[in-house]
């Protein structure tokens, strides 16, 4: 079993920069596939982006494509998400996910451990 841990949120203002980080502890981080949902104040928590485990392939839902950027570093243990050019629409609480299938999914029912999310509040 892995243990997720996320920081790096915050407040700032529209065309700003944060750099989320997941820190995993358990388990190497390599035996999971990772990704980081959104979940904003009354909707439902949504696919931001995703990593195999190799780093080879990448998704990312198609708003943030061009802006957000996945990576991992399995000798750190650590998931990253680097988000430029915030927009207010980007306000939400991140969650990271791990998952145990080998397959890249969008769908949070496929992944298996959660962090307890980091809020990215972007300002107008």
């Known amino acids: 079993q892995v243990q997720l841990v996320e920081s790096g949120g915050g407040s700032v203002q529209a065309g700003g920069s944060l750099r989320l980080s997941c820190a995993a502890s358990?388990?190497?981080?390599?035996?999971?596939?990772m990704g980081w949902f959104r979940q904003a104040p009354g909707k439902e928590r949504e696919f931001v982006a995703a990593v195999s485990r190799s780093t080879s392939i990448t998704y990312y839902l198609d708003s943030v494509k061009g802006r957000f950027t996945i990576s991992r570093d399995n000798a750190k243990n650590t998931v990253y998400l680097q988000m430029n050019s915030l927009k207010p629409e980007d306000t939400a609480v991140y969650y990271c996910?791990?998952?145990?299938?080998?397959?890249?999914?969008?769908?949070?029912?496929?992944?298996?451990?959660w962090g307890q999310g980091t809020q990215v509040t972007v300002s107008s």
């Open positions: 358990g388990r190497t981080l390599s035996s999971y596939v």
């Open positions: 996910a791990a998952a145990v299938s080998y397959y890249v999914s969008r769908r949070a029912s496929e992944y298996d451990y």
